[in-house]
């Protein structure tokens, strides 16, 4: 179902003390306990039981897996299953950062089987989707996210496709201080929902939650969130202390 939903991308920052107090801090703030908006931190591997189990009780909050390894079980030594990050208590996965398909070479077929992984086990996959600054200079960006959705998501039934999230992150907002425009993201966004619209149908596209992520932060945050076809943000950097995260997070519109 069609949500506002801000994550919290903490890539591989914080300690596990630092992480619990972090945690502790969102998860405490009165002005967005019982907001509408659904908030999930992604931790590392090593502390999402930890985080998971700090906020099995809290509303409207979820833990994430930043990653997930695309079999189920087996001899790969020091990967992590879709199964495990299950039992650890987590919700959600996000898979196709952009960091994992340049630094870790995944490709769209290999996201695939992670997408069905996760589906198997109950995870909700956090798809990422974006251009790079060449292919958007290039004029490509609408066409190379679209190939990113239908090499690895469109073999999914509509049953599947619907417990998907999507997150656009251009790969040149991520980490360097650039957000996209509010007329570029709403621009992929429609586009992305249309597509989405041309595979799946209406009732589906419409209740598609699809997130923006690259330098997503308190000041830019509302603007971008009231875009008709932005539904929340994938956040990094502004992710990582509770004011600023807290400030996104009540960043939507009423
Ligand atoms: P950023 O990262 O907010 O630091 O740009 C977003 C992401 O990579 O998910």
Same mark, same amino acid.
């Given at each position: 179902?069609?949500?506002?939903?801000?994550?919290?991308?903490?890539?591989?920052?914080?300690?596990?003390?630092?992480?619990?107090?972090?945690?502790?801090?969102?998860?405490?703030?009165?002005?967005?306990?019982?907001?509408?908006?659904?908030?999930?931190?992604?931790?590392?591997?090593? $502390?999402?039981?930890?985080?998971?189990?700090?906020?099995?009780?809290?509303?409207?909050?979820?833990?994430?897996?930043?990653?997930? $390894? $695309?079999?189920?079980?087996?001899?790969?030594?020091?990967?992590?299953?879709?199964?495990?990050?299950?039992?650890?208590?987590?919700?959600?996965?996000?898979?196709?950062?952009?960091?994992?398909?340049?630094?870790?070479?995944?490709?769209?077929?290999?996201?695939?089987?992670?997408?069905?992984?996760?589906?198997?086990?109950?995870?909700?996959?956090?798809?990422?989707?974006?251009? %790079?600054?060449?292919?958007? %200079?290039?004029?490509?960006?609408?066409?190379?996210?679209?190939?990113?959705?239908?090499?690895?998501?469109? $073999?999914?039934?509509?049953?599947?496709?619907?417990?998907?999230?999507?997150?656009?992150?251009?790969?040149?907002?991520?980490?360097?201080?650039?957000?996209?425009?509010v007329h570029q993201a709403q621009g992929m966004h429609n586009h992305i929902r249309s597509e989405i619209n041309k595979k799946y149908g209406k009732e589906?596209?419409?209740?598609?939650?699809?997130?923006?992520?690259?330098?997503?932060?308190?000041?830019?945050?509302?603007?971008?969130?009231?875009?008709?076809?932005?539904?929340?943000?994938?956040?990094?950097?502004?992710?990582?202390?509770?004011?600023?995260?807290?400030?996104?997070?009540?960043?939507?519109?009423?």
């Amino acid at each position: 179902m069609r949500k506002k939903i801000v994550i919290a991308n903490w890539k591989m920052n914080k300690g596990l003390s630092e992480g619990l107090q972090l945690v502790d801090e969102i998860a405490s703030d009165s002005s967005i306990r019982s907001n509408d908006v659904l908030k999930v931190i992604a931790p590392s591997f090593v $502390h999402l039981a930890s985080v998971a189990d700090k906020l099995k009780n809290a509303n409207g909050f979820a833990a994430s897996a930043q990653n997930c $390894h $695309h079999v189920k079980n087996g001899a790969y030594t020091g990967e992590v299953s879709a199964e495990m990050i299950a039992s650890a208590g987590a919700k959600y996965v996000i898979i196709g950062h952009s960091e994992r398909r340049q630094y870790f070479n995944e490709n769209n077929e290999l996201l695939a089987q992670k997408v069905n992984v996760a589906l198997a086990n109950n995870l909700v996959p956090v798809f990422c989707i974006g251009e %790079n600054l060449t292919e958007r %200079n290039a004029n490509q960006h609408l066409e190379v996210v679209t190939r990113q959705m239908k090499e690895s998501l469109y $073999h999914l039934l509509p049953a599947d496709f619907s417990k998907v999230i999507i997150a656009y992150e251009p790969v040149w907002a991520i980490g360097t201080g650039v957000t996209a425009t509010v007329h570029q993201a709403q621009g992929m966004h429609n586009h992305i929902r249309s597509e989405i619209n041309k595979k799946y149908g209406k009732e589906v596209s419409s209740a598609t939650s699809i997130l923006y992520g690259g330098s997503c932060n308190p000041q830019n945050a509302r603007e971008l969130f009231a875009c008709i076809d932005v539904d929340g943000g994938l956040i990094g950097g502004a992710s990582l202390n509770a004011e600023d995260f807290i400030a996104v997070i009540k960043s939507f519109g009423s």
